[in-house]
T-cell receptor, first 112, second 120 residues
Framework: DAKTTQPTSMDCAEGRAANLPCNHSTISGNEYVYWYRQIHSQGPQYIIH???NNETNEMASLIITEDRKSSTLILPHATLRDTAVYYC?????????????FGTGTRLLVSP | GAVVSQHPSWVICKSGTSVKIECRSLDFQATTMFWYRQFPKQSLMLMAT?????????EQGVEKDKFLINHASLTLSTLTVTSAHPEDSSFYICSARGPFKLAGWTDTQYFGPGTRLTVL
């Protein structure tokens, strides 16, 4: 079972920041938070991941709370092409093969 | 870097026939590849884990004799749906565990674009 909880859907205006929350209250100390997204009829796309510190790359920023029980994915300037289902996944590292367990994700709709 | 391709992107077949789907890591070697299935309006479900040169590990409820997986090289894994039936119609997606250095020394998986199978 997925160990994360995400809102079913969110809306965002084009050009504005999209903040997607994720609760992972049972996360353990050596589990990473991963974010993937899936645009309609395509395979999932890796976005970003983090352990404790906030992370930023060319796609997004990941803010992880100090207690690590929740995180927020930030798309700073959403475009229409960011419309997708966003999955937040916790993953235990350094134990051999890793199994991604996809929950239902958040369906983000970016509108003009 | 870390590009994964699938072929074909879509396939239509008659009930009872077998269909082979290829998954390739184009610019890196992948010792581990994964096969997922996704039904309409549902999330991805892991079917099996494929390690190069060894037998695949199937998830509970997935018939290994029906979904044959071969991972003969570090850049190619194949999924064969044998004796396909309409209920096997789905979106099949593979992923490959990325190269450690490129993925920041973590086990990030990179996904292919998917193959839509329709069984008539």
């Amino acid at each position: 079972d997925a160990k994360t909880t995400q809102p079913t859907s969110m809306d965002c205006a084009e050009g504005r920041a999209a903040n997607l929350p994720c609760n992972h209250s049972t996360i353990s100390g050596n589990e990473y938070v991963y974010w993937y997204r899936q645009i309609h009829s395509q395979g999932p796309q890796y976005i970003i991941h983090g352990l404790k510190n906030n992370e930023t790359n060319e796609m997004a920023s990941l803010i992880i709370t100090e207690d690590r029980k929740s995180s927020t994915l930030i798309l700073p300037h959403a475009t229409l092409r960011d419309t997708a289902v966003y999955y937040c996944i916790v993953l235990l590292m350094n134990t051999g093969f890793q199994k991604l367990v996809f929950g239902t994700g958040t369906r983000l709709l970016v509108s003009p | 870097g870390a590009v994964v391709s699938q072929h074909p992107s879509w396939v239509i077949c008659k009930s009872g026939t077998s269909v082979k789907i290829e998954c390739r890591s184009l610019d890196f070697q992948a010792t581990t590849m994964f096969w997922y299935r996704q039904f309409p309006k549902q999330s991805l479900m892991l079917m099996a884990t494929s390690n190069e040169g060894s037998k695949a590990t199937y998830e509970q409820g997935v018939e290994k004799d029906k979904f044959l997986i071969n991972h003969a090289s570090l850049t190619l894994s194949t999924l064969t749906v044998t004796s396909a039936h309409p209920e096997d119609s789905s979106f099949y997606i593979c992923s490959a565990r990325g190269p450690f250095k490129l993925a920041g020394w973590t086990d990030t998986q990179y996904f292919g674009p998917g193959t839509r199978l329709t069984v008539l």
